[in-house]
C-alpha cells in the first residue's frame, strides 16, 4: 500500500531534471570518474563484496579446471565438456567483477595470498567423477546465495553493480541445474 502510494506520488509530479547543474557536478571531482555524488551506496562495503566475489569465481575457475582435466571414466567426456564451459563463464564473471571494481575506484584483489579466505566457495579437488559434480554444484549453490545476499544488501543503491550480480547469478542458477541434472 505505502509502496503504491509512493509510486503514484512520483507518477503526479513533473519530471524535471537541472541539465546546467548535472554539468556543473560533473566537471567537479572528475578523478572519480564513474562515481559521482549521487552514488547513493557504501562504496567500501561494495568493494569489499565485489573483491570477495571475484576470489570466489577465481576459486571457481581452478577447481573446474582441474576437474576438466581429472575427469575421466565412462560418462566423463560430457560432464568434461561441462566443466570445461563453466570455468569460461566463471572467468568471465571474474573479468566482470574486476572491471566494475575498477570503475568504483578500486583495485581488484588478484592476489594468490588468501584468495581461499576471500572466496565464499572452497578449493575440493574430488576423488571421483561424482565428487568433482557434488563439490561443483555445492559451490554453485554457495554462489547463488551469496550472490542473492549481495544483491539485496546494495538494493536500489547501485543499479549497474546490482544489474551485473543478477546477470552473474542468473548463469550460476544455470550451471548449479546442469550439474543437478549429472547427478
Known sequence: MEQATRTAEKASRPFDMDVKAIRAKA???IESGAV???YRA???TVLKLLNEAL???IVCVLRYKRHYFMAHGLNAEPVAAEFAEHATQEQEHADRLAERIVQLGGEPNLSPKGLL???HSE???GKTLQDMIKENLIAERIAID???QMIEYIGDQDSTTRRM???ILAVEEEHADDLADFL
Open 27 to 29: 566537471r567537479q571531482d
Open 36 to 38: 559521482t555524488d549521487t
Open 42 to 44: 557504501d562504496r567500501e
Open 55 to 57: 576470489a570466489t569465481e
Open 117 to 119: 579466505e576471500r572466496s
Open 123 to 125: 578449493y575440493v579437488e
Open 146 to 148: 551469496s550472490y542473492r
Open 165 to 167: 550480480l543478477e546477470e
